[in-house]
């Protein structure tokens, strides 16, 4: 089967990235100890009190609130979640579907298309041999069949996907933690020529 092309209107970009609203990258806060201490201590519990906060760092609840208030202003902490056990909430299956759009698509549409399916978690416009790399969570086979016979399949501009399942997932690490804990500890060890 030919891929399907959707004709190009003469008021529309050649460059199918143009149009995407990318997001705005934030330019970098000065981030002091303390700043770094509460945003580990937030990431390991985020539902811990702002007066626990003060004992653990030996404030008053209102300087961290202050600070708190200040991270989340510059935005610094973007927002609170919960983190779901998927197979407990009926979505044990992570797929991952590369996707690879027909040559001249707009791909504004084509993300905004996939993004009104449920079970999207995350996409992602990538380089390489193809476009896209979506996670995907689903119930099981029958469903992940239904999704992309139904939906994935069905949408213009789609031209070749590629499923691959999670056999196992590792537990996400605490990034926070790990880049934020001490950053004396990373420069000493770029200096260090072991």
Do not use: C
């Not at 089967?1 to 990258?25: E, G, I, K």
């Not at 906060?53 to 961290?64: D, F, I, K, T």
């Not at 995907?136 to 213009?156: C, G, K, P």
């Amino acid at each position: 089967m030919p891929p399907r092309r959707r004709p190009v209107s003469p008021n529309s970009s050649t460059a199918p990235l143009r149009d995407l609203a990318m997001p705005a990258q934030s330019p970098p806060v000065p981030l002091d100890d303390v700043d770094r201490q509460i945003l580990v201590l937030l990431s390991k519990d985020s539902r811990r009190s702002q007066r626990a906060l003060a004992r653990e760092l030996g404030m008053s609840a209102p300087a961290v609130g202050e600070r708190i208030a200040r991270l989340e202003r510059l935005g610094v902490i973007r927002g609170y979640g919960v983190h779901l056990d998927w197979s407990a909430a009926g979505f044990p299956m992570t797929v991952y579907l590369t996707i690879t759009a027909v040559q001249g698509y707009q791909q504004r549409d084509l993300v905004e298309k996939l993004a009104l399916i449920p079970e999207l978690e995350g996409l992602d416009i990538v380089t390489g041999a193809i476009d896209l790399l979506a996670r995907l969570r689903v119930r099981d086979h029958l469903h992940l069949r239904q999704l992309l016979m139904e939906r994935v399949w069905q949408i213009e501009g789609v031209q070749r996907t590629e499923t691959s399942l999670s056999l196992v997932e590792i537990g996400p690490k605490n990034l926070v933690a790990e880049l934020l804990s001490d950053p004396s500890d990373d420069l000493a060890r770029e200096g260090d020529p072991a």
